[in-house]
């Protein structure tokens, strides 16, 4: 049989490893959000480069004249960001 005392020792040791599994949780998820929203911002971020490589050369062809050559990239440029307006001018 438990003793009183024993019993309030138990149950408080319970309490802090709740809290702690808690504490736990909230940081586990707090660093999934973060890791989603570097992965997202690396992907972002080397499509944009891709974009604006592809945007470049074919402003370089067109002021050399080579037209067709120009529009595939830009059309490719626009594949991959249909909802930029620099690129749709």
């Known amino acids: 049989m438990m003793r009183n005392g024993s019993l309030i ?4 040791r ?3 490893i709740a ?3 808690d504490r736990i949780s ?3 998820y707090g660093l999934c959000a973060v890791w989603m929203i570097v992965v997202f911002a690396a992907f972002s971020f080397v499509n944009a480069d891709e974009v604006g490589a592809k945007n470049r050369k074919a402003n370089k062809l067109y002021s050399k004249g080579q037209y067709e050559e120009a529009l595939k990239l830009y059309d490719d440029a626009l594949l991959l960001d249909p909802s930029n307006g620099k690129l749709k001018m």
């Open 19 to 21: 809290s702690l599994n």
């Open 9 to 12: 020792s138990t149950f408080r």
């Open 14 to 16: 319970a309490q802090r």
């Open 26 to 28: 909230t940081s586990l």
